[in-house]
C-alpha cells in the first residue's frame, strides 16, 4: 500500500510560480509512474502530467506544455511538479498519483491518489 502526501500549494499572483512536492512511502517508488491532476470546483479531474519510473519520459496536458514541469528523485520517494507563468484557470486541487503500469493520462490508470494540495492564481 502507497501513500501519497502532497505539499507545495498555496495563493500565488498570475505569472508566478509554485513547486509542488508529492512524497511517497509504503512502497518501492521506482515501481510507479507517477502523475500529476488537477480538480477545479465543480469540473471533472483532469491530467496535468505525467512521468516514467526512472523519470526518462514525460507528458503534460497541452494547457500547460511549456509552464510546467514534473520531475522525480527516487532516492528521497518524491515527485515534483514545478509550476511557472501561472494563470487564474489553473487555480484548482492538485492530486499526485501512483500507477503501477505504464504513464497514465486518466484517473482510471492510477492505484493509489493523494489527498491533494490547493493551489489558487489570483488575477
Known amino acids: 500500500q502507497v501513500q501519497l502526501v502532497e505539499s507545495g500549494g498555496g495563493l500565488v499572483q498570475a505569472g508566478g510560480s509554485l513547486r509542488l512536492s508529492c512524497a511517497a512511502s509504503?512502497?518501492?517508488?521506482?515501481?510507479?509512474?507517477m502523475a500529476w491532476f488537477r480538480q477545479a470546483l465543480g469540473k471533472e479531474r483532469e491530467f496535468v502530467a505525467t512521468?516514467?519510473?526512472?523519470?526518462?519520459?514525460?507528458q503534460y496536458a497541452d494547457s500547460v506544455k511549456g509552464r510546467f514541469s514534473i520531475s522525480r528523485e527516487n532516492a528521497k520517494n518524491t515527485v515534483y511538479l514545478q509550476m511557472n507563468s501561472l494563470k487564474p484557470e489553473d487555480t484548482a486541487k492538485y492530486y499526485c498519483?501512483?500507477?503501477?503500469?505504464?504513464?497514465?493520462?486518466?484517473?482510471?490508470?492510477?492505484?493509489?491518489w493523494g489527498q491533494g494540495t490547493q493551489v489558487t492564481v489570483s488575477s
Open positions: 509504503g512502497g518501492t517508488f521506482r515501481s510507479y509512474a
Open positions: 498519483a501512483a500507477s503501477s503500469g505504464l504513464l497514465t493520462q486518466v484517473p482510471e490508470g492510477a492505484d493509489y
Open positions: 512521468i516514467s519510473r526512472y523519470g526518462y519520459t514525460t
